[in-house]
């Protein structure tokens, strides 16, 4: 393939990882252009975007992780999103689940727990530039309020976001109960790439991209949700993904 692919990241995403996934899955070399908020914002704004990843090829640009999964799929014909009639309605339903529920509520409940310069610094500074860096100290104050603000973070929103989260293993609980391997059935898809991703930060595996902070310098209530949810027939089939699939 003679296209150049570039990626602008902030690289903790979720959203992000469920594409640089799927691009490593197929086998499709891409250059990482990692960003620390609010710096992406001015990086993929000439792009026409507001959140990441965006994708940049020769002709084309993706501004939404589930459009530019769509567009790789073209690429390479079937490999993410089977073709067989029978699978499109529970792969339709999984995916928007898992795109509007899941990766929305680990992201509350995962910022609920860790918005605290220690904390944020390593998740935020992964690869971004030196002198994005370099300004964390300054730009956290500011930065913090804003993400309250916009992710709805309260007092309560980490416990009713970890519920909409069990709302959501429970349904994979479901689908995985006549003991298929993957969600859509024998074959491994953009569905199972969706809903391990989306699931990093309560599942936190150790195959993740970026390093995860050792469980006991997080707060008892989160170490607790991430083993309960761990040990779900869905938390272990994530964690299998990981183990198995992830390339
Ligand atoms: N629907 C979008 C959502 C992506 C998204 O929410 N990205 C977050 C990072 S997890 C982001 O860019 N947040 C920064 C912002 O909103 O300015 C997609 O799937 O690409």
Redesign the pocket.
């Known amino acids: 393939m003679s296209t150049n692919f570039r990626l602008i990241t902030?690289p903790?995403?979720?959203?992000?990882e469920?594409?640089r996934w799927a691009l490593d899955y197929l086998q499709i070399p891409f250059q990482e252009l990692p960003q620390m908020?609010?710096f992406?914002?001015g990086a993929?704004k000439k792009y026409g975007g507001?959140?990441?990843?965006v994708l940049i090829g020769n002709s084309i640009v993706k501004?939404?992780?589930?459009?530019?999964l769509r567009y790789l799929d073209t690429l390479a014909p079937g490999k993410l999103y089977p073709t067989d009639p029978d699978v499109q309605e529970l792969s339709t339903e999984l995916e928007t689940l898992f795109?509007l529920t899941l990766?929305?509520s680990t992201?509350r409940w995962g910022y609920s727990h860790v918005l605290t310069r220690e904390l944020l610094y390593p998740r935020w500074t992964l690869g971004v530039p030196f002198w994005q860096k370099l300004l964390f100290p300054l730009i956290f104050p500011k930065i913090e309020p804003i993400i309250r603000e916009?992710f709805k973070i309260t007092a309560t929103s980490a416990a009713k976001s970890y519920q909409e989260i069990i709302g959501v293993f429970d349904r994979v609980n479901q689908v995985l109960a006549d003991g298929r391997k993957y969600l859509l059935g024998d074959r491994f898809s953009a569905i199972d790439i969706t809903f391990a991703a989306l699931a990093v930060p309560i599942l936190q595996p150790s195959e993740q991209y970026t390093p995860s902070t050792p469980l006991d310098l997080l707060s008892a209530q989160m170490q607790a949700d991430i083993h309960n949810c761990r040990s779900t027939l869905a938390g272990e089939f994530g964690l299998r993904l990981y183990r198995e699939n992830r390339r």
């Open positions: 902030i903790v995403s979720h959203y992000v469920k594409v908020p609010p992406h914002r993929v507001t959140t990441v990843p501004t939404d992780s589930t459009d530019i795109n990766g929305v992201r916009n």
